[in-house]
Each structure stands twice: as C-alpha cells, then as structure tokens.
C-alpha cells in the first residue's frame, strides 16, 4: 500500500494529462494517483484511466473537486498539483522529499529556488495577493495561492472550507494554522501550461479570492 496519493484536478487536459502521470510514476514509483475531473468535453478521463490512475467525476468546481480528492485518498500523504503542465514531476519529488516534521509542503513560487514562466500580469497578481494575505490573514506560507502542495491527509481530510474554485488554497493553509499544522515551503518552478487552453477567469478568481481574504482576515 504507498503512503502517498497524488490528486490531479482536471477539465479538458487530453494530450497533458498522459504524459505527466508517466513522469509522475517515475519520479514517485509507489504513488496512487486519483483524477478528480471536472466533466471534461475530450479524452482526458480516457487518457488518464489509460495511464492507470482511479478516474472520478465532479463538476462541482475546484474547491469541491480539491476537497474530494483528501477525503477519498486512502494514504497517509496527498500530493495535489495542476495537470496542465505548470507543475513538474522533478518539484512534486522535491516536495515528497521535504515532508518530514511537516503536515503540509508548500510548493512556492517566492521561495529560494522558485519562480515562474508566467505572464507579468499573472506573477503581479500572484505577488499582490501574496501581499495583501501576509498583511491581513497571517498565514502560514506566503504563496497563498500555490495549488502544488503536499498534505498529510488526517489533518486535512474532514476540512471544513467555504470556497468554489482557486480560494481553496489561502482556506485550507488557514485550516491548517487552526489545526496547529506544521507548514513548510519548498521552491518550484511554474512553467506555461501544454495543450489547451486555460480556464483562468482573473475577475471571478480575484473577486472569490478578495471574499475569502475578508473571511480570513482575523486567522
């Protein structure tokens, strides 16, 4: 039985979702993997169930997607990360690596060693929310959006969180200081997505992001 699950959100990542289980397996031999899939409109369900990950459909957003995925892991630890190609299996392993003493890895663009292909828009965005989370909510990572992480399950598992889509990670990172859980965050590197197109949608995710913050600010 591996100790580790890893979770893959997912909607429409044919052609991106093959290939970064392959070098997922590779870089974490032992791993389970779980594809939570949004109801996509392509092969992606097919091309994951091919690669011999568990396949399960909700179209409930991110958030519920995210938060099935550390209910139905069966592993002491859950490692979520994007399926688009952004996260790479060389930093899922470094951060399978920086777990001891931990219950959550924070995969961060802001810290030594990360960084980001993005847009400028998208690394202001990223930067300013960092900010406004650090001055407001105190939590315990700076990048507060980073959706590459390493959970221990237990303490994660029955997460009570008011969130539909990417505000699920400043939620859980605030769930995670009122358990007392021990953060660490680990460089990586955020490349441009593969195939497809991105489902970003800067006004609805900022504005969701701007609720959870003021829900969050006396954390």
């Known amino acids: 039985m591996p ?42 369900r097919a091309q994951a169930a091919a690669e011999g990950a568990t396949v399960v459909v909700n179209a409930n957003g991110y958030a519920d997607s995210l ?7 069966g592993t002491e ?14 930093d899922a392993r470094k951060l399978w690596d920086a777990r001891e003493g931990t219950d959550m890895v924070v995969g961060s663009r802001f ?12 690394r202001f965005l990223s930067r300013t929310l960092a900010g406004m989370f650090a001055a407001m909510a105190r939590l315990p990572a700076r990048d507060v959006s980073s959706g590459f992480r390493l959970y221990r399950r237990a303490m994660f598992a029955d997460a009570s969180i008011t969130a539909r889509f990417f505000e699920v990670q400043p939620a859980l990172l605030a769930w995670g200081k009122r358990q007392g859980a021990r953060v660490k965050e680990v460089g990586i590197h955020y490349h441009p997505r593969g195939k497809g197109k991105s489902k970003n949608r800067v006004l609805r995710y900022g504005i969701a992001f701007l609720r959870q ?7």
């Open 67 to 73: 938060l099935q995925g550390l209910r139905e892991a």
């Open 77 to 90: 630890w859950v490692l979520v990360l994007d399926a688009d190609g952004s996260h790479t299996a060389h």
């Open 3 to 44: 100790d580790l699950t890893v979770v893959l959100p997912t909607i429409n990542e044919a052609g991106n979702i093959g290939p970064l289980i392959r070098q997922l397996r590779e870089a974490l031999p032992d791993a389970a993997f779980l594809v939570i899939d949004g109801d996509s409109k392509d092969d992606t």
């Open 213 to 219: 913050l003021w829900r969050l600010r006396k954390v």
């Open 111 to 122: 810290a030594p060693g990360g960084g980001s292909d993005g847009s400028t828009f998208r």
